[in-house]
């Protein structure tokens, strides 16, 4: 798992994927979130918007990140 700041105190999670550099576009994005297999915190998320905040540790096709301020 790696950190990935982020400015702010909230970051959207289809922003994240790709600042992470956990996909490689948008659109990617968006298909792999509504299939179900993007995990906030181990849980499913389907929401493109879910609020991250520090801490928050998403995960996707094996790798996963964190957000840190």
């Known amino acids: 798992m790696r950190d990935v700041p982020i400015d702010g105190d909230m970051i959207r999670l ?3 994927l790709k600042l992470a550099d956990l996909i490689e ?16 915190n181990g849980e499913v998320d389907t929401r493109r918007g879910r609020q991250l905040h520090a801490g928050d540790v998403v995960a ?10």
């Open 60 to 69: 996707v096709q094996g790798r996963s990140a964190r957000v840190v301020p």
């Open 14 to 16: 289809g922003q994240f």
């Open 25 to 40: 576009t948008g659109g990617e994005g968006k298909i792999l979130i509504a299939s179900g297999d993007v995990t906030v």
